[in-house]
């Protein structure tokens, strides 16, 4: 199983994404973003369950919560870049 990692560039910009998703009722974590994707110039992950990732998707970019880029990440420690 996965979780679908959403990057932010802030720790505002992040609360801001977690509070729109919050409020639509999906579960989600705020948390410092793995070091493989600090290298990308994001501090910041929610982390979504595999299930809630297209629906996240959609509520942040309606509600403007502007996130960098969506991860796949793994048990294993791997993430991929992905699109929703």
Request: proline share 2%; glycine share 8%; charged share 15%.
């Amino acid at each position: 199983m996965f979780i679908y990692a959403f990057t932010f560039r802030s720790f505002t910009a992040a609360q801001s994404g977690r509070n729109v998703l919050q409020q639509l009722g999906i579960a989600v974590q705020l948390q410092r973003a793995p070091k493989q994707l600090t290298e990308q110039g994001c501090g910041y992950v929610l982390r979504v369950t595999a299930a809630d990732g297209a629906h996240a998707a959609g509520a942040l970019r309606v509600y403007s919560a502007a996130f960098v880029q969506i991860y796949r990440c793994f048990p294993n420690g791997v993430c991929q870049e992905a699109e929703l």
